[in-house]
């Protein structure tokens, strides 16, 4: 267990690492310099000569990376120019907020996605699942903003019972937080549920099928013991994986739902940055969000360890 | 299902016409995309205004005879803007799926074939741009290329590839622990005979599927890069341009949201059916 | 008169295809008593496991019982209610499956496996049915089981995990046990100390025996009666004795003369396989099913559909003419082939000599410094069990892995590694046909296209040659020419092997490997490919590394045996000495499993009941010290010499040969007394 958690420590070490020369070759190595982007086509070139030497961009690539890391580990994640202020606590202060966001999302989605395709699986081809498989199908592919749009077209201004900002006025109290948070809440679990949905349906299914299921029936044990003793755990193997995949989704869905509702978190941050082009930013989000992401990933694959003895134990015993 | 195994009584349930599995939701999906793509190619002709035309003294109207799907702040019709605004995501969404194809099957079929290090340095690379939420991605990535068409579909096959790569080794792995792979092996074939010939048409079903998922969220990529600013600049019409941009009407003018909405809703759904009844009809 | 445990009253079990209902079984009525032991055989398709499916009422979702009773202690299995099903099933109805690897849930550790059945239908507490299922493994031989039970199953062996299946199944003390195919998937030396586990279970249990298999001899060995299954039908029925020395079916007498005896070689008689295939179940006639492959049909046949008649005091046959049946044997004075020039291999120049060859897979050793010559037109069989490095040893030779040290020659030319940095002469001269019909072919290829690119690779012929050569090919293996615009997937498993062997031969090689060719296909099948392979080399003088898992086929075909063990070639010689005393104990255990046909019981098994290490701990010394009854100091310790008993026969063993030769010969002689041949109650 230890080797394995040791290893996709490793793994995510070498992640974080690809994905941070990717983030910084993106933000300094592709065509079109960082003054001219901040200044806009029409500034007059010694200006953009000279905020380059101010920014550092005119030294080699290999050692700005290697500052540009050095000042990321110490917390140093430079300033934003559009709020004039330090990047590191400004994001870190975002984030919480959209984790509050995200997490309320998971929260809702896991349970009920893996219960409904649980029953659907056992039920195969009946009214639920051929419905709720249909459904899924066609509100799983929308994106978030189309889904929050008609959310909000029928809950927020037509039935007009849900509140249309996802931030609650200041010193509301918990209820008001949540009611605040039900239409954003509910367009990420439609972005996520889908998929989740039908994998936990179909690992379902074949663990239905399975020899060992068989073996389970065929000892005279009772449906409601073969699935919840010997099927589910053994179904919730791939869709655990599934779900550190979905984080990814999940983050993106942020980016749209945050602007939609007008929300102060991470990913409404990274949007403001990359349209004011406001790069110390945009790069800090990103960094950000795929720290998350990777530690998502992370829980994902312990949770899968967890869960298959086979992993748990190393390749090699016998 | 573990009740039903007990019951070896119940009848079987005849149907008297059957037609192959997945064909029906196949077809009605790909009608579904091919009204888009005929209203996207006709709406020059067929829409009632062009769709930049600005008539302030039509300004945020609902629904009429007049203004099928009412105006917007501006005075445009939204009917012709809906119907031009198909065209850049039913132009960036296949653009950019069959770029993110070619290169996921070479990606997927080298990978797959060679193993060893190469299987190991690619594909632990692949699993680190991965490990970025594509949506991230996209946006780093179009802030510094600039937004634009060509942009957006470079982006967006770029970042699917490793998914379809990881399909693609996938499948070929399997097929190239069989045997007949071997006895290409001991013919002497070339490593380029034995995955072009060989493996590539083993991998063709659970290609053409990714393939079908991917335009799906193609769609859906190319429209929320739409509507985050990213994707093609105002004022050309475009579905996800427009909810953005009309986005502040939402209580006011909700036509002006709504009918781009359901356009985008409508395309969604429609790739969604025919991949789910093309999986159906390839892997029964 | 007792009642009967179980009785199968004209049970019809069909499969919903497409719009059609296609009957999987057809009118099946056979009955097992208290106390007996049943055995069901047939080839893959006849029927046999969905018939053992119905006997706990667990059919495929588009499977149903259209006719016919399925009785339990005389109460009807598809009338009951969910629950009273449940009360039966694991308790009084248990069964063993085939793949025991599958069959254990991955995730929950033996022991709970086990103690779930106490705790469920005993209603034990947890600690009573830990203890108790400990109890039982004990009683199916685990040596340890506390640790045991704390394992889970993919940390078990193949042999282990069926005892842990076993377990499961007696542990309710069952009145029927219902198995499945439950030693096919495991190795012969396993098998046989499975199959004595059963024998030693009847006696301390009173559970009937519901045993399916596709090995008649197996069937032999644990069963009181047997019913022989053809295309859906019960075609013959019978006491072990009645049918094993008289059978009473043409199609059973047939499958008879497909299985080589051990001891009958190539050079005393062909084979005979069985024309023909399984007719189509969709679309039977109204005659006798096994009619069109029938040696003794006649106009009824065609006609009449036969019902089970009497063809003795307990036999029943369902053939008109069973009184003409054929006796095993008589029915084939096909005469056999002349030995391979062996006579003068030693003064000829080796076609393929290895020397030294290795091949490690990280700290695993799979091949060990292996020796050996093959002369041309030779056949050498290759025996020993999964794991002992026997297809890594063929991959090598054919170039598909490279060794990690030695050399491989060929015409005394040392070859390259991989096949793609040999000459194209080298390829051709080494090709290869494989195990899995289903992976051989390319599946999107035609046959056209699959010989037609060997052709031109191998023989470099091009256009109108290339295709003359291809049809040649396919009339050489007997296919008809029209198959030549299909798919693989037209394509049965005993054709696509055929096609497979074609293929091998389209640049006329000198050497073809042959990597478990036929163990995939049932025995008729296998027989035709057997004499096939044998006439190609009548013609062409190949020669051929024939390996395989099974004795008798090795031993009828070989011109020169190897046994490996964990990589090492371990004993060597002529196929008619090999298996005569004196061998390596290994190889005697190996023989010991075997099961045979015959009226007589087998020698008890050698047991080897420590599982093999694997190749990545291979023990120091002699690699087989772990598991031989017979190993002693030096064993442990240093590498085993060569002894040589003449003839071209090495063993490598610790032991001298006279030694060896005297207490083998010994325990040859002592073999278990013949049991007189179990018969159930009679009713």
Redesign the interface.
């Known amino acids: 267990m230890l080797r394995f958690v040791g290893r996709r420590v490793l793994l995510l070490a070498f992640t974080l690492a690809v994905a941070s020369v990717l983030i910084f070759a993106i933000t300094n190595v592709l065509p079109g310099d960082v003054a001219r982007i901040i200044l806009g086509p029409f500034a007059p070139q010694d200006a953009v000569t000279r905020l380059n030497a101010e920014l550092g961009a005119d030294r080699p690539v290999v050692v700005r990376y290697a500052e540009w890391l050095a000042g990321v580990a110490q917390g140093d994640w430079g300033r934003s120019y559009a709020f004039s202020t330090a990047v590191f606590p400004l994001v870190l202060e975002r984030l919480g907020r959209s984790l509050l966001l995200a997490g309320s999302g998971l929260a809702v989605l896991v349970p009920l996605a893996i219960a409904s395709g649980v029953a659907a699986a056992r039920r195969e081809g009946g009214l639920f699942d051929r419905v709720l498989s249909t459904v899924s199908l066609a509100v799983g592919a929308l994106p978030e903003f189309v889904t929050g749009v008609f959310l909000i077209l029928v809950f927020g201004i037509w039935l007009a019972v849900l509140p249309i900002q996802a931030l609650p006025p200041d010193g509301a109290g918990p209820l008001t937080v949540a009611a605040h948070l039900v239409l954003p809440v509910g367009c990420l679990v439609l972005l996520l549920f889908a998929y989740l949905f039908r994998m936990t349906r179909a690992s379902m299914i074949e663990a239905l099928a ?3 299921t ?9 449906p409601r ?1 073969v699935v919840w ?2 099927v589910l ?2 179904a919730l193997l791939p869709t655990v994986t599934v779900i550190g995949a979905q984080i990814g989704w999940l983050v993106g869905g942020l980016v749209v739902v945050e602007t939609l509702f007008k929300y102060p978190g991470i990913g409404s941050l990274i949007h403001f940055a990359a349209t004011n082009k406001d790069i110390p930013l945009l790069v800090g989000c990103s960094l950000a969000i795929t720290f998350v992401f990777a530690l998502g990933n992370l829980a994902a694959d312990v949770l899968y360890a967890v ?4 992993v748990r ?1 190393g390749r ?3 | 299902m573990a ?4 019951d ?5 349930r ?2 008297r016409f ?1 037609p192959a599995r997945g064909t029906i939701p196949l077809a009605i999906g790909l009608a579904m995309v091919l009204v888009w793509v005929a209203t996207a190619i006709g709406a020059p002709w067929l829409a009632p205004y062009p769709p930049a035309e600005i008539d302030f003294l039509a300004i945020s109207q609902p629904p009429s005879a007049l203004h099928w799907f009412g105006t917007d702040q501006l005075g445009r019709d939204m009917a012709s803007r809906v119907m031009h605004g198909g065209t850049y995501v039913l132009t960036i969404a296949p653009a950019a799926t069959l770029l993110g194809l070619v290169l996921g099957a070479a990606i997927g079929l080298v990978t797959a074939w060679f193993g060893s290090w190469v299987d190991e340095v690619v594909m632990r690379v692949l699993d680190a741009v991965m490990a970025f939420p594509i949506v991230i991605l996209a946006m780093l990535a179009l802030t510094f290329l600039g937004a634009g068409t060509g942009n957006v579909i470079l982006v967006i096959g770029l970042v699917f590839a490793p998914l379809i790569a990881r399909t693609v080794r996938a499948a070929a792995l399997v097929e190239a622990r ?3 792979i ?2 290409a ?6 490593s380029l005979y034995i995955m072009a010939v ?1 493996l590539l ?2 991998v ?1 079903g659970p290609l053409i599927v990714e393939g079908t998922v991917r335009l799906g969220y193609a769609v859906f990529t190319s429209a929320t890069l739409g509507f985050l600013g990213l994707g093609v600049q105002p004022p050309t019409p475009d579905w996800g341009l427009m909810v953005s941009e009309n986005q502040a009407l939402l209580t006011t003018a909700p036509w002006t949201v709504l009918f781009p909405a359901l356009g985008i809703a409508w395309v969604v759904v429609a790739i969604g059916l025919a991949a789910d009844g093309l999986k159906e009809y390839l892997e029964p | 008169m007792t009642a009967p445990l179980l009785e199968l009253d004209n049970v019809t ?1 069909s499969y ?1 295809r ?2 059609d ?1 296609v009957d999987a079984v057809r009118n099946v009525s056979l009955v097992v008593q208290p106390g007996e032991a049943y055995g069901l055989v047939g080839e893959s398709g006849c029927g046999k496991s969905t018939l053992a499916m ?1 006997v ?10 259209t006719s016919g009773h399925v009785l339990f202690e005389g109460r009807d299995l ?1 009338t009951m209610t ?1 629950p009273e ?7 009084r109805i ?2 063993v ?1 085939q ?1 025991p690897g ?7 550790r033996v022991g709970a496996q086990v103690a ?2 106490y705790r ?2 005993r209603g034990l507490a947890h600690r009573a049915a830990t203890e108790a299922a400990l109890d039982m493994l004990r009683k199916v031989r685990i040596s340890e089981p506390d640790r045991v039970a704390a394992l ?1 199953p ?2 078990l062996s193949g042999g282990m995990q069926q005892r842990v ?1 076993i377990a ?1 199944a007696l542990a309710s003390d069952p009145a029927l046990l219902v198995l499945d195919e439950p030693t096919t998937a495991l190795d012969a030396t396993v098998q046989a100390d499975i199959l004595d586990l059963f024998q030693d279970l009847r006696g301390e249990l009173k559970a009937s025996i519901l045993f399916i298999s596709h090995n008649l001899a197996v069937v032999q060995q644990v069963c009181d009666r047997i019913g022989v299954m053809y295309a859906g039908e019960l075609i013959e029925q019978g006491t072990i004795r009645e049918v094993f020395q008289r059978p009473r079916h043409p199609y059973t007498a047939a499958l008879f003369d497909c299985i080589p005896d051990f001891g009958v070689r190539k050079k005393d008689r062909r084979l005979a396989g069985i024309a023909g295939g399984v007719p189509d179940l969709a679309d039977l006639g109204t005659g006798c099913l096994y009619e069109p492959r029938c040696l003794i049909s006649r106009t009824v046949c065609r006609v009449d559909h036969p019902e089970l008649m009497r063809a003795g005091t307990r036999h029943l046959s369902r053939c008109f003419f069973h009184m003409e049946t054929p006796l095993p044997g008589s029915a084939a004075p096909l005469a056999g082939v002349a030995q391979s020039p062996e006579n003068g291999r030693s003064d000829r120049l080796p076609l393929l000599s290895l020397n030294k060859v290795g091949r490690r897979f990280g700290k695993a050793h799979i091949l060990d410094e292996i020796d050996l010559e093959i002369a041309p037109g030779e056949t050498f069989g290759l025996v020993g069990e999964s794991g002992s490095g026997k297809s890594t040893l063929a ?1 090598v030779i ?3 892995v490279p060794p990690s040290t030695g050399t491989v020659a060929l015409n005394n030319e040392r070859v390259a590694g991989t ?2 940095r ?1 000459t ?1 002469r080298q ?1 051709r001269d ?3 046909v ?3 019909p289903d ?7 035609r046959l056209a296209s699959i010989l037609g ?2 052709v031109r ?2 023989a470099g012929l091009t256009g109108r040659r290339k295709r003359d050569r291809s049809s040649a090919l396919l009339a050489d293996v007997q296919l008809p020419p029209k198959m030549m615009t299909a798919t693989p997937d037209r394509l049965s498993g005993g054709q696509r092997q055929r096609v ?1 062997i074609a ?1 091998a031969f389209a640049g006329d090689p000198k050497l073809v490997i042959l990597d478990e060719p036929t163990s995939a296909l049932d025995v008729s099948v296998q027989a035709s490919i057997l004499n096939l392979l044998l006439d190609l080399q009548r013609e062409s003088e190949v020669a051929y590394l024939f390996i395989s898992h099974d004795l008798a086929v090795v031993r009828y075909l070989s011109d020169r045996i190897g046994v490996m063990y964990l990589g090492e070639i371990v004993e060597i010689g002529p196929a008619e000495r090999v298996f005569r005393p004196p061998f390596h104990p290994y190889t005697q255990s190996l023989i010991a499993a075997v099961p045979r046909l015959g009226t007589e019981k087998p020698a008890r098994p050698v047991s080897l009941d420590v599982a093999p290490s ?1 190749p ?1 701990d291979r023990p120091s010394g002699c690699p087989f010290h772990t598991r031989c009854p017979r190993a002693y100091d030096p064993c442990r310790t240093e590498a085993p010499p060569w002894r040589d008993a003449g003839e071209g026969y090495m063993i490598r063993c610790w032991i001298a040969l006279d030694a060896l030769e005297a207490s083998q010969t010994a325990a040859l002689r002592t073999r278990r007394k013949p049991d007189p041949v179990r018969v159930g109650p009679r009713p």
């Not at chain 3, 992976?439 to 290829?445: F, I, R, V």
Request: aromatic residues 6%; hydrophobic residues 35%.
């Open positions: 399975a020899d060992y068989r073996t389970a029936t065929l000892k005279g044990l009772p013991t003793r010997h755990r053994n869960l298959n003895p086979r134990h090699n015993a016998h | 009740e039903t195994l007990i070896g009584r119940r009848g079987p005849r149907r059957a069989k045997e007949y071997q006895a092996q001991l013919r002497g074939e070339g060989e048409p083993n063709r | 079990i919903q497409r719009r209902l119905a706990l009422r667990y059919l495929p979702r588009n499977g149903l019982l598809f969910a099903l449940r009360r039966i099933r694991g308790d248990a069964m499956y793949n599958s069959a254990l849930n991955p995730t929950i779930e059945v469920h239908h889970y993919y940390q299946v499961m991959k054919a170039g598909l096949a793609s040999r194209r390829r080494v090709q290869m494989f195990q899995t992976a051989t072919l390319n599946p999107k290829k690119r060997a690779v191998l497979a293929r694997g990545a």
